[in-house]
């Protein structure tokens, strides 16, 4: 073995371990009542080992290695949440534990644990998850808002938003620019949230929804200048992808533009999450899967589109990529 080989490896352990350490310090930490102890203030690890009913100083090398992960925050010899531990209060508190246990058995049956592609789940599933996914995707659609010049190269758009969810991509975009105008298609739950969003923004005058089937729907005929797909594809086969941009197409105006949003493994900073996120997909939909780009663009121009290369926006979690597509002027 060469030093090389020796150091590369000693890297992936160390990793390994601190990956498996940081979970189980953020488990027990979630157990015994450390993040409720500082809910609603500061403390110091005194105080947290008396309200959990903990020993102090065990408890000080706990909250210090938290803040070494992130969870915490610490000012001379108090200790107080990290925003991300106060969005971990909500669904996303376990990290996925659900899905993961169920892994073994994956493998066993390759059975998902959920089908949240399925006509019969999904509106249920993604209710539960489109805030959330909000805050995560937040600083990639404000990425993506100014990587499209909105309010400069791009202006005055009308803006159909498929599969919305929160709105939170089409939504960024229309608060760069006062002319632009946002249409959610989405299930009736998920657009009543999206809704919320626009409210929250200010931009409820701007915004509108197609609720419903968004294979379904009625999306109109040369009505909108831009259309996003934002999280989708992944959730659709090739052939549902095809069927879907060919309805896209026909709601686009001549020269219009299709743009897809989603996870494309092309950043280093992000393949292990890509790679995480693929074998999610598998445990929670039925044929669900990260479609590559130039798979992407295949369907796309199966569809009456003409396909950019793609581009990686350079945020957490650094797996999102977009493909921006022009509508050709004959039909499909």
Request: with cysteine; hydrophobic share 40%; glycine share 10%.
């Amino acid at each position: 073995m060469s030093n090389d080989e020796r150091l590369g490896a000693l890297h992936t352990y160390f990793e390994l371990m601190n990956m498996n350490g940081a979970a189980r310090i953020y488990r027990s930490a979630r157990e015994l009542g450390i993040f409720e102890a500082l809910s609603e203030r500061s403390a110091t690890a005194e105080a947290v080992a008396d309200s959990c009913g903990l020993k102090a100083e065990a408890v000080r090398l706990l909250l210090n290695g938290l803040c070494s992960i992130g969870m915490l925050t610490r000012e001379t010899e108090s200790y107080s949440l990290a925003v991300v531990a106060q969005f971990l209060s909500g669904n996303y508190q376990n990290l996925g534990d659900e899905y993961w246990d169920y892994l073994p058995q994956f493998l066993k049956t390759g059975v998902p644990l959920a089908k949240m592609d399925s006509v019969e789940q999904s509106e249920e599933q993604y209710e539960q998850q489109v805030s959330a996914l909000a805050w995560m995707m937040m600083p990639a659609a404000e990425a993506l808002a100014q990587m499209l010049g909105m309010g400069e190269a791009r202006k005055g758009l009308r803006i159909l938003d498929v599969g919305a969810g929160s709105g939170i991509w089409s939504l960024t975009c229309a608060r760069h620019d006062a002319g632009t105008h946002v249409t959610a298609s989405d299930w009736p739950i998920i657009v009543k949230i999206a809704t919320g969003f626009a409210q929250q923004m200010g931009l409820q005058e701007r915004f509108s929804a197609i609720p419903g089937n968004y294979h379904e729907a009625d999306l109109g005929a040369n009505e909108f200048d831009l259309a996003i797909v934002a999280n989708v594809t992944h959730i659709e086969t090739a052939d549902g992808n095809r069927d879907l941009f060919r309805q896209i197409h026909r709601a686009l105006k001549p020269g219009g533009e299709l743009l897809i949003v989603d996870v494309m493994a092309e950043q280093a900073e992000g393949q292990v999450s890509a790679a995480l996120y693929a074998l999610g997909l598998g445990l929670r939909t039925e044929t669900g899967q990260v479609h590559a780009p130039d798979a992407l663009q295949q369907y796309l121009g199966d569809s009456g589109f003409t396909a950019a290369s793609p581009r990686p926006i350079p945020v957490p979690p650094y797996t999102m990529g977009m493909i921006l597509a022009k509508k050709e002027n004959q039909g499909c």
